[in-house]
């Protein structure tokens, strides 16, 4: 069964301190990973998409790497307005279906 | 360029009733999905439609029922609303294998 797991649940920060926040999944095949964020009784907007091991993407003070088994979001010297909770989704291989599977998400706060 | 529109906003229901939620998509988007997200956790997938076919089911009881119009536009159905309904309904909209542009949801609550 396609799964995802982010760590931590929850993450505080204080402004300007960096930190990662990880996605393990397991699929039977990956089509993508995904970055959304949301804010709170929003719908999740688009961050990344990362195709296969090794690729990293770059947004401002946001950095998505992918490996095999797990993709990490690196948030360098965050702001208040950084705060929101992230999702990772996998698009697993299935003919005729585009289906995300997401994680439960990361509920990011930065304190100014 | 407008996003991915959804209608209505909020939503309150009794136990029983039956409720219709609609999406627009991006435009030059033919292919929605639909997702239902309980407070506290990720979104969970429930259908996804693509030219008016349905492409994927999510495992959802047949309560549950969407369909697509030639303009793209859809809807979503629920029937005999359980407690347990009650959650974000969630809309997104892609062009075929690209990447899904949500809307702000539909909130829906069944008392």
């Known amino acids: 069964e396609d799964q995802v797991t982010q760590s931590p649940e929850a993450l505080r920060l204080q402004e300007g301190e960096s930190s990662s926040l990880n996605c393990s999944y397991t699929?039977?095949?990956?089509?993508?990973l995904f970055w959304y964020r949301q804010d709170p009784g929003k719908g999740p907007e688009f961050l990344f998409t990362l195709y296969s091991a090794g690729e990293e993407k770059e947004k401002e003070r946001l950095k998505a790497t992918l490996t095999k088994k797990e993709s990490f979001l690196h948030i360098t010297a965050p702001k208040p307005e950084d705060s929101a909770t992230y999702l990772c989704?996998?698009?697993?291989?299935?003919?005729?279906?585009?289906?995300?599977?997401f994680g439960q998400g990361t509920r990011l706060t930065i304190n100014p | 360029d407008a996003g991915v529109t959804q209608s209505p906003t909020h939503l309150i229901k009794t136990r029983g009733q039956h409720v219709t939620l609609r999406c627009s998509p991006i435009s030059g988007h033919k292919s929605v999905s639909w997702y239902q997200q309980v407070l506290g956790q990720g979104p969970q997938f429930i259908f996804q439609?693509?030219?008016?076919?349905?492409?994927g089911r999510g495992n959802f009881p047949d309560r549950f029922s969407a369909r697509q119009f030639p303009n793209y536009s859809s809807e979503l159905n629920v029937n005999a609303l359980l407690l347990g309904d009650s959650a974000l309904y969630l809309c997104?909209?892609?062009?075929?294998?690209?990447?899904?542009?949500f809307g702000p949801g539909t909130r829906l609550l069944v008392l």
């Open positions: 439609y693509y030219e008016k076919e349905e492409r």
């Open positions: 989704a996998v698009r697993p291989i299935i003919q005729g279906a585009q289906k995300l599977v």
């Open positions: 997104a909209s892609s062009s075929w294998g690209e990447t899904q542009y």
């Open positions: 699929v039977s095949g990956l089509r993508g």
